[in-house]
C-alpha cells in the first residue's frame, strides 16, 4: 500500500523535494495512516512535516480529546503541532446553514491560510478511494455534471494535496491494526440522519453487494475520467473566458450572443467559469440553473432575469450580467454632488469619476462656458429626464436614448448627467445640450469626460 501511495504521489506530482507539508490529522483513522504514510516516505521528498489540526467543538468533550490525541501524537513523533479552536456551531447558528459545511469550511479556511501565510507550502488531507466513491455517488444523485463527478482532486490549484486517493478505507485500518497503531473513532459518522453517511453505510454497501462489488473502484475511475475531461477544457475555457468575460465591480458581464454562438458543451462550461468569479464558488449551482441561463441568453429581444442560489443573472439587450444575488436587488443609489469645473468630482458612491477642463479651443462635445447656467451639479439619471443633444432638433427623454442605443439596464441607475441650475447641459455618451454647446464665438469651452473612478460601482 505504502508503495502504491508513493507511485501516487510521483504521478501527480504532488511533492517537490524539501517542501514544508501540514498533514491535516483529525484524529481518525485516516488522518493517522496519512501521517504515518508520509514520515516514512517523507525522506524520498526530503519533506518537512508539521501537524495541523482543527478543533470544531462540534462534539463537546470528544473534539476536546480529539484534539489532547492529536497534540500526543504529535509530541511523540516529534512534529510542530499547529492547532487552532473555531465554534463552528456558534458560526452555523449565525449563518442558519448546514453544520457539516460549515465544518468543511472552516476547516478548509484554516488550511489556506496556513498555506497563505508561508507556514506550509502544501496541506495533506486523508481522503481515500471510498471517501472518492461516496462523493462521485453523491453528485451524481444530486445531478451533476462532469465537473462534479471530477470529485475529489488529487491536487488543488492552492495547494491541497491527497496522497491516499488510491487507498480504500479498509485498507487504511488494515495497515493501522497490523502496526498497533490506534485512532480515534468519530460516533457522527454513524449518524444516519447525515446524507453522506446513508451513503457510506447503505446505498454504497448495498448497490456493491447487488450489482458490482468493485463499485467503489468503479466510481473512482468515473472520477478519473471526469477528471481527465475537465483538464483537456480548462486552458481552452480559460482562453474563452479571458476574451469574453469581463469584469465589472462585483459583476461578470457576457455577450449574450458571443455565448448562443459557442457549442453547448463550451457554452456550459463558461456559464459555470462566470457564475465562480462572480460569485466566488458554484455552490448549489446544478444542471437546471445552467440551462435557465443558456435559455435566457438565447432570447434575442427585451430584458430577462433569473435567480439561481446567492446569484442574479440579468439580461439586457445582447449583455448577460451575473452578479451576487444582494447586488441587484439593492434599493435604486440616488446620488447628486458640485460638479468641479475645472476638476475631478466623484460621485459620492463612487461610480462615476469625471475630468473637466476649460480651453480656449472649441473642442467637440465641449460646452460654452460662459453661457452654462450655475450652479453646475453631477448627478445620475432619474426617470423623466430630458434633454435635447447636439444634432438633435428636439428634446428627448433619456429613457428612449437608453432604448434607442441599446443601454443595459445595470448601467443606467448610475448613468451620469451634469446639470446646469437644474437643467441638464451633459450626459453620459449623449454629450452636451444643443443649448450650450460651445461655437465658433464661444470664449471659453468646458470639456467633460469619464475617468477611471476611485472604486467600482
Known amino acids: 500500500m505504502i508503495g502504491r501511495v508513493a507511485d501516487f504521489i510521483s ?10 507539508v501540514g498533514v491535516a490529522v483529525s484524529g481518525g483513522a485516516d488522518s493517522v495512516c496519512l501521517l504515518h504514510v508520509l514520515l516514512e516516505l517523507a525522506s524520498r521528498w526530503a519533506l518537512k512535516l508539521s501537524v495541523l489540526h482543527l478543533d470544531h467543538r462540534i462534539r463537546g468533550e470528544e473534539s476536546a480529546g480529539d484534539a489532547g490525541f492529536v497534540r500526543e501524537l504529535a509530541g511523540r513523533l516529534a512534529l510542530p503541532l499547529h492547532a487552532r479552536e473555531v465554534d463552528v456551531p456558534g458560526l452555523q447558528a449565525e449563518s442558519r446553514g448546514n453544520l457539516e459545511q460549515a465544518a468543511r469550511e472552516a476547516r478548509r ?21 471510498t471517501d472518492q466513491a461516496e462523493t462521485v455517488l453523491f453528485r451524481l444523485l444530486r445531478g451533476s455534471g462532469t465537473a462534479g463527478l471530477a470529485g475529489i482532486l488529487p491536487v488543488t490549484r492552492e495547494g491541497i494535496v491527497r496522497p491516499l486517493l488510491d487507498v480504500e478505507r479498509g485498507e487504511v485500518e488494515a495497515l493501522l491494526r497490523e502496526r498497533g497503531i490506534g485512532w ?19 446505498l454504497l454497501p448495498e448497490l456493491a453487494k447487488d450489482w458490482n462489488p468493485a463499485l467503489t473502484k468503479v466510481l473512482a475511475q468515473t472520477a478519473a475520467l471526469a477528471r481527465d475531461e475537465e483538464l483537456y477544457w480548462e486552458p ?8 469574453l468575460l469581463t469584469r465589472r465591480g462585483n459583476a461578470v458581464l457576457l455577450s449574450a450572443e458571443a455565448l448562443r454562438g459557442q457549442p453547448p458543451p463550451v457554452a456550459r462550461r463558461l456559464i459555470r ?16 440553473h445552467v440551462e435557465d441561463i443558456l435559455r435566457l441568453a438565447g432570447e434575442r429581444q427585451g430584458h430577462g432575469r433569473i435567480m439561481a442560489p446567492g446569484l442574479d443573472v440579468l439580461r439586457s439587450f445582447d449583455r448577460l450580467r451575473m452578479a451576487p444575488a444582494e447586488s ?5 443609489r440616488n446620488y447628486r454632488t458640485p460638479l468641479v469645473a475645472p476638476g475631478l468630482t466623484d460621485a459620492p458612491d463612487g461610480s462615476v469619476r469625471l475630468l473637466t477642463t476649460l480651453s480656449g479651443a472649441k473642442p467637440a462635445g465641449g460646452l460654452d462656458w460662459d453661457r452654462l447656467p450655475r450652479p453646475l451639479e453631477l448627478r445620475n439619471w432619474r426617470p423623466g429626464d430630458q434633454y435635447r443633444p447636439v444634432g438633435e432638433e428636439r ?6 436614448m437608453f432604448q434607442e442605443h441599446k443601454i443595459p439596464l445595470w448601467e443606467r441607475r448610475t448613468w451620469p448627467v ?9 450626459s453620459r455618451q449623449f454629450g452636451p445640450a444643443a443649448e450650450y454647446a460651445a461655437g465658433p464665438d464661444s470664449r471659453l469651452a468646458l470639456s467633460i469626460e469619464e475617468a477611471e473612478p476611485d472604486r467600482p460601482a
Open 273 to 288: 467559469r462566470a457564475v465562480e468569479e462572480a460569485k466566488g464558488d458554484l455552490r448549489r449551482l446544478d444542471f437546471g
Open 184 to 202: 480515534r473513532e468519530d460516533l457522527t459518522n454513524r449518524d444516519l440522519g447525515y446524507a453522506r453517511n446513508r451513503i457510506r453505510h447503505k
Open 328 to 332: 441587484l436587488s439593492a434599493p435604486a
Open 109 to 129: 479556511a484554516f488550511f489556506l491560510e496556513c498555506l497563505s501565510n508561508g507556514l506550509v507550502e502544501r496541506v495533506a488531507t486523508g481522503h481515500t478511494r
Open 11 to 20: 504521478r501527480y506530482e504532488l511533492f517537490t523535494p524539501g517542501q514544508r
Open 418 to 426: 451634469v446639470t446646469g441650475g437644474g437643467t441638464i447641459v451633459w
Open 395 to 400: 428634446a428627448e427623454r433619456i429613457k428612449s
Open 236 to 243: 481552452l475555457i480559460a482562453d474563452l473566458s479571458r476574451k
